[in-house]
């Protein structure tokens, strides 16, 4: 067994560890809207916020595969949970891009939460600050900024201009690394699903920033992690397939709650349980076995990738199957817990059932534009016009 195969069954023995505090605590992080902040730390501790990056950036260098299953695990306890730990640890990938003395203030707690958001909505000029010293003002507001709450940095994408007048036309594209002081989190984040996640916007109100403190995603190619099979994987691919784990994660834990609940109960005017009845037997079935079908086409697909990886950049058919395969697993998943919920009944309706919380939670997550139906639309078109714009995939 290689040192990173022995390093992924740690995470997924750490992870499978953390589902009874995270399915005892679920109706408490519903409803701060947030992670309780010391079970954040906590999960950080564990290494959970930095499962994905190079060991030599501070990461623990896992697989893809092994972060979706660390992903997925840790869904069958708390989709909010998972969510929160896989944002922070893709929105450490730009670490490749910043200086090595930012990196190291980034890193001065090896455990340090973090949280970003990749989508470009912020604008960085260059402007000198204190004693002429190089610098950008950042300006911009981010939505869905899932686990900000909880960090100690969070990041935005910003579009990044020099004060050359030339490069109003073809501004560079980075990321803003801030401290929450810096800038304002809205409390808007009231859904019915995820509440957890703390999914808030935040926004940057003309603040000076030290060049070091914007990393430029041109910088990735220059830097000595640009050969990392992590980096030859296709972004937004890589982006989406913790969101199809965590999923399948909740699919699971449905079909394994109906299960339990099934042996209990004496459904009103039956004398039997309602495990003894062959439409629930029927149900059941089907579930477990869409929900493996799906696992199997994700996790091979993330194999294929990741092997393609070690050498080269990812074709437009790799590109194509992650993606496809991480909307079925997404869709696949909601079927199945919707199905799970109708198959109890009543029993499923209260705020203690997981059935419900699974339910909501995979809506909210099913309407991420990163495993949303037109992403199949996108993905469907490359096979009658390959010369696309695939930018999106």
């Keep these: 067994m290689t040192e990173a195969d022995t390093a992924s069954d740690k995470m997924l023995t750490r992870a499978a560890e953390w589902i009874p505090a995270l399915r005892e605590r679920s109706v408490e992080i519903d409803r701060l809207r947030q992670l309780p902040q010391d079970l954040a730390e906590a999960l ?23 972060v979706a299953q660390v992903s997925e695990t840790l869904a069958t306890g708390n989709a909010s949970a998972a969510w929160c730990t896989f944002i922070g640890s893709t929105s450490q990938i730009m670490f490749a891009a910043l200086k090595p003395r930012q990196l190291t203030e980034v890193l001065e707690n090896p455990d340090v939460i973090t949280a970003g958001v990749f989508a470009s909505s912020g604008r960085a000029t260059r402007a000198p600050g204190p004693d002429g010293i190089d610098g950008y003002v950042v300006r911009g507001s981010w939505a869905w900024a899932s686990g900000s709450h909880n960090a100690a940095w969070i990041s935005g994408g910003v579009q990044i201009y020099s004060d050359d007048p030339d490069d109003a036309a073809r501004p560079a594209g980075g990321r803003a690394f801030f401290r929450p002081d810096e800038i304002v989190i809205h409390d808007d984040w009231h859904t019915s699903g995820l509440r957890g996640s703390g999914s808030s916007t935040f926004e940057a109100n003309d603040i000076w920033l030290s060049a070091s403190r914007i990393a430029f995603e041109r910088d ?40 339990e609940v099934g042996k209990a109960k004496v459904p009103q005017g039956s004398r039997r349980t309602l495990g003894q009845r062959p439409a629930l037997h029927s149900a059941v079935a089907v579930a477990d076995t869409e929900v493996r079908a799906a696992r199997m086409l994700l996790y091979t697909t993330i194999d294929a990738a990741w092997d393609r990886a070690q050498h080269e950049l990812a074709s437009l058919a790799t590109r194509r199957d992650l993606r496809t395969a991480t909307v079925h697993a997404m869709q696949t998943s909601l079927r199945v817990i919707q199905s799970m919920n109708s198959a109890v009944g009543g029993s499923a309706i209260f705020e203690a059932s997981p059935l419900q919380r699974h339910l909501r939670d995979a809506h909210t997550a099913a309407a991420h534009f990163m495993v949303a139906m037109p992403v199949m639309e996108v993905a469907g078109r490359t096979f009658f016009d390959p010369d696309m714009d695939t930018s999106g995939l």
């Design 220 to 259: 990735i190619l220059k830097s000595p992690y640009a050969a990392e099979p992590l980096y030859r994987l296709p972004l937004f691919g890589l982006l989406a397939l913790p969101i199809g784990a965590i999923a399948l994660g909740m699919a699971r834990a449905c079909i394994d709650e109906v299960i």
């Design 44 to 66: 950080a501790a564990d290494g959970f916020y930095r499962t994905l990056v190079p060991p030599a950036l501070g990461g623990m260098g896992l697989s893809p595969t092994a």
